[in-house]
């Protein structure tokens, strides 16, 4: 059996997962997340521990990728996620307005994207953007929709990028 499905998950204080035939729910403080829940893969609750078990030696890397998605929805249910992007460039500006997060990033025109159901935006500063939810991949996907506006450039840097993320620069043209 893969080594990832045989780890437990901790189900924290304040968390609840449902377990149906066709899919597993977990409820939580933060909010209420579910997933289709794939024929041959048993899931069982033991001792305030989520387990879970391939019906089948087929099974066994669909188990390993459900635990982890699980794994994911239980710690998105309890502490959330967040992803923090930086503005790099002169003029470079984020700010709100209601549930829009409007980007001047050097074009003729502002953009405004809305934020999606499920997911909260913030602007601490000017220069700073933090994508916060419970669905690990919806924060993931919004903070690349955010970045794609304006990629870093590898010449100056300049553009949107995420927090830890590193610039690989380029040296300019030489005469």
Request: aromatic share 4%; net charge positive.
């Amino acid at each position: 059996m893969s080594r990832v499905a045989k780890k437990p998950i901790a189900l924290p204080k304040g968390v609840e997962l449902n377990i149906q035939a066709d899919s597993v729910s977990v409820k939580g403080p933060k909010g209420t997340l579910s997933i289709a829940r794939p024929a041959g893969v048993e899931v069982a609750i033991e001792d305030g521990q989520v387990q879970l078990s391939p019906a089948t030696a087929e099974q066994t890397a669909i188990t390993g990728t459900l635990r982890a998605i699980i794994a994911n929805m239980v710690h998105g249910v309890s502490e959330g996620f967040e992803r923090k992007l930086e503005l790099v460039g002169v003029g470079y500006r984020a700010s709100m307005s209601g549930k829009d997060l409007n980007l001047s990033l050097g074009f003729s025109h502002p953009i405004v994207f809305p934020a999606p159901e499920g997911i909260t935006i913030a602007t601490p500063t000017q220069t700073e953007v933090l994508v916060q939810g419970a669905d690990k991949q919806r924060v993931g996907e919004v903070a690349a929709k955010i970045r794609s506006f304006r990629p870093p450039e590898p010449y100056k840097g300049k553009g949107v990028k995420y927090s830890d993320e590193t610039i690989i620069r380029k040296e300019a043209k030489k005469a």
